[in-house]
């Protein structure tokens, strides 16, 4: 009887049980179909809440994983829907919906090898389905992207490794490995505000990543931030202590910078060849670092142009504009050697160019000078025709004009052929011309200021150079000048020199 008793017993306790799970299994069933109706509706986390209930009352049951997976991955919450996918698998393999869920998360965050495996296992289960057909497509595109992103950059061809890692973020959505990739090629290429954006990104969603944290300073540092850009790296290495490209950027950084500035100093200090060294010395740190470089080559042009090296000065300021076009003081650096080398064409369009990028008083009123100077280039330069400095006396002025009237008048020539008559004709007139200028002081100042003469003075052809040279050697009292008895009056008193140094 007693053995009946315990029987019965525990008969009662399993439809007890079975009772309890049937309503369990209910409310379950129910929390998934609000579930369904929220996910329908596309109120992704209302959705998860439910499937999470579910989940709660029946943990053993491999849809509901399933579905709560599906739904992560619509909140971009692809780590946390690879881990109920994987979870929905092992509690029932042949689940294939979550194969196909583990395989899209899996590519979504990179891996497209472990992505493979997971749609081939689907098309174990269904051979015909075409949905994984085509995703092992889609994992195998992203391997190939990997590869040659790989080559790529290996190359330096950055370009082509943003282009890879684009066609493959298309199916890795959630791969910060492949936006890192990029990001660091779009600061490689220059373009910092794409990659600092995609950076942020990434730390807005980790902020422990190691890589975001190194592109953020690797952009900083090739902006010419350098002081900001070690603390990224710094941190960089603190969240990754292997981390060898942020080591390497932030022991280049603090090189550069101490190079930077003993440079800036021994310039200060006057040290100017001392300065040159140091500038050449920081330029050999890291070619990349582009605007760094162009300052580089700036301060040492500028040095250059300290220790008159001009050409130099010209080549390393052309270096500068080049590493970066917008570099307005390498521009005006360039301008002003051009102008020490009266090549006024060339710092005309150095200085047009910097005026038409900052449009200030300053510039406009360097641009006039250099177009006064060209112009005044243009014209026969007197100072040059008389052999003298700008800044020759009036007496400096009339000795040259003396001793070059003399040496080209047409009757001391008379015996040569008839091209170097005309030829000396030629320059007696320029020499007359130039004398007539510079030595009436309201010309000489309109001549100086770049003024053109034949306002003021009619034809300057059609002055007479003999004129000038008869007003010029025949005095006051109005008697000619006879340029033979002059040489006669030359001659003899070279004969008499002559005479008495043979009588000693």
Same mark, same amino acid.
């Given at each position: ?64 994983? $399933? =579905?709560?997976? %599906? ?5 971009? /919450?692809?780590? @946390?829907?690879?881990? !109920?996918?994987? #979870? *929905? ?20 965050? $990179? =891996?497209?090898? %472990? ?5 081939? /296992?689907?098309? @174990?289960?269904?051979? !015909?389905?075409? #949905? *994984? ?173 300290k220790l008159k090296k001009i050409d130099q000065a010209i080549e390393d300021c052309t270096k500068a504009v080049k590493l970066d076009e917008t570099y307005i003081k390498a521009y005006l650096r360039r301008a002003q050697c051009y102008m020490d080398k009266e090549e006024y064409d060339e710092a005309v369009r150095d200085y047009e160019k910097v005026y038409q990028t900052e449009?200030t008083k300053e510039h406009k009123h360097l641009l006039k000078n250099a177009q006064l100077e060209l112009k005044k280039s243009k014209r026969k330069d007197y100072y040059k025709v008389l052999g003298v400095d700008k800044n020759a006396t009036e007496d400096e002025i009339k000795k040259a004009y003396r001793k070059r009237a003399l040496m080209h008048h047409p009757d001391r ?92």
């Amino acid at each position: 009887v007693s053995h009946k008793s315990n029987t019965r017993v525990k008969a009662n306790e399993y439809c007890l049980q079975d009772e309890i799970d049937q309503i369990v299994l209910q409310e379950a069933e129910s929390f998934k179909e609000q579930g369904n109706a929220y996910y329908i509706k596309k109120d992704y986390s209302e959705a998860f809440n439910y499937y999470t209930k579910a989940i709660d009352m029946c943990p053993k049951n491999a849809s509901y994983y $399933g =579905n709560r997976a %599906a739904t992560l991955m619509m909140l971009s /919450r692809h780590r @946390e829907a690879l881990e !109920d996918s994987q #979870q *929905a698998v092992r509690l029932d393999d042949t689940f294939m919906k979550g194969h196909l869920r583990e395989g899209k998360c899996h590519l979504s965050l $990179g =891996n497209a090898m %472990a992505a493979s495996r997971c749609f081939h /296992r689907v098309l @174990e289960l269904e051979p !015909d389905n075409s #949905q *994984a057909q085509q995703e092992v497509k889609n994992a195998d595109s992203v391997l190939e992207y990997e590869k040659m992103a790989e080559i790529g950059f290996e190359k330096h061809d950055f370009r082509m490794v943003v282009f890879c890692m684009d066609r493959a973020l298309e199916s890795a959505s959630a791969c910060h490995r492949f936006k890192v990739l990029k990001a660091e090629c779009l600061a490689m290429l220059g373009r910092y505000p794409e990659a600092q954006s995609v950076a942020s990104d990434i730390l807005r969603m980790d902020a422990t990543n190691g890589d975001a944290l190194y592109v953020r300073g690797l952009c900083l540092y090739y902006e010419d931030c350098i002081d900001k850009a070690v603390q990224f790296f710094v941190q960089a290495l603190r969240m990754a202590p292997d981390h060898e490209k942020a080591r390497l950027a932030c022991r280049n950084a603090k090189a550069l910078k101490a190079k930077k500035e003993d440079g800036n100093q021994a310039f200060k200090d006057g040290n100017y060849d001392v300065a040159y060294e140091l500038y050449s010395e920081a330029l050999t740190i890291d070619p990349n670092n582009i605007k760094t470089n162009a300052k580089l080559f700036c301060n040492r042009g500028t040095v250059g142009s300290k220790l008159k090296k001009i050409d130099q000065a010209i080549e390393d300021c052309t270096k500068a504009v080049k590493l970066d076009e917008t570099y307005i003081k390498a521009y005006l650096r360039r301008a002003q050697c051009y102008m020490d080398k009266e090549e006024y064409d060339e710092a005309v369009r150095d200085y047009e160019k910097v005026y038409q990028t900052e449009k200030t008083k300053e510039h406009k009123h360097l641009l006039k000078n250099a177009q006064l100077e060209l112009k005044k280039s243009k014209r026969k330069d007197y100072y040059k025709v008389l052999g003298v400095d700008k800044n020759a006396t009036e007496d400096e002025i009339k000795k040259a004009y003396r001793k070059r009237a003399l040496m080209h008048h047409p009757d001391r020539h008379s015996s040569a052929s008839a091209e170097i008559q005309k030829e000396e004709e030629k320059k007696f007139k320029e020499v007359g011309e130039a004398f007539t200028v510079l030595s009436d002081p309201k010309k000489k100042s309109r001549y100086d200021s770049g003024h053109d003469l034949e306002d003021d003075t009619g034809n300057m052809g059609d002055f007479d150079a003999n004129n000038i040279f008869k007003a010029f050697f025949g005095g006051g009292g109005g008697q000619g000048y006879s340029f033979e008895a002059n040489q006669c009056m030359y001659t003899n008193s070279c004969r008499t020199q002559q005479y008495f140094l043979k009588t000693i």
